[in-house]
């Protein structure tokens, strides 16, 4: 029982991961052009990642708050919700930063691995940021 | 695209991370799934990256028109990676961990966060004189 609860705990993980890449094709993130395009705001403002994005809140939104009546997640003894709450020098640098890459690039995470073996740039793209999450690790 | 794709693209993000919630209790976002990966091996993580790269793969196959690289020289490449790597490790987030999750949870730090690298992004990309 246990190995099947196992099983059934990966393949979920991996569907919610092939959800997320489908997302972010189907929406165009994984075209930097139109993430760039979206930074925009003062040249060719293409509004689409908005839309993504809305409708990634709005659906999450829904289920996180839908799911608090659950006492526990299916897998995993408790939920583990971020504590978190005071405004830190290295959340406004963190963002400050990881913003301009992002806008350099037109890459952040998320659309990056999935397109991590398109080209070789994407590919030396993720070791840098692999690299930089590395570093980071020494100011935590 | 139509707004309407755009935002069931979006819904299909939402419940990814959803999922993830639903069966593991954790709010996630790909800066701190990565950045977690390196520090610790866990098979949920390698499952949702599996997920996100293999199949990231096939999309390509499936959707070329979709993909496309960054116009930028090698250097900015590099520079911006480090940037993304580094920022998200250290504001704990990026464009899902804070943009979705954070945000949909109403979270403050997320909501400054999000304003933030949006702004530094639309600022980076106006310097560099908009779309190329």
Known sequence: MDAWRCAMKTLLLILAGILFSAGLTLGGMTDPKKVISFLDFFGNWDPSLLFVLGGAVVTFCAIFHGVARLEKPIYAPSFEIPQQRKITLKLILGAALFGIGWGITGLCPGPSLVSMFLSPSIFYFVIAMGVGMGFARYFD | ?132
């Open chain 2, 1 to 132: 695209m139509n707004i309407a794709y755009l935002i069931i693209a979006g819904a299909m993000l939402g419940i990814s991370v959803g999922i993830v919630f639903i069966t593991l209790g954790k709010v996630v976002g790909i800066s701190g799934i990565s950045k977690g990966l390196l520090q610790k091996v866990e098979s949920w993580r390698i499952a949702f990256l599996v997920g996100i790269i293999g199949s990231g793969i096939l999309f390509q196959i499936l959707f070329p028109q979709n993909f496309d690289t960054p116009k930028t020289g090698s250097f900015a490449l590099i520079l911006g990676g480090l940037f993304v790597g580094f920022g998200t490790s250290l504001c704990n987030g990026c464009t899902c961990g804070h943009g979705i999750c954070g945000n949909a949870r109403f979270s403050q730090r997320s909501m400054i966060a999000t304003l933030i690298f949006i702004a530094t992004g639309a600022f980076t990309v106006w310097m560099r004189g908009g779309v190329q």
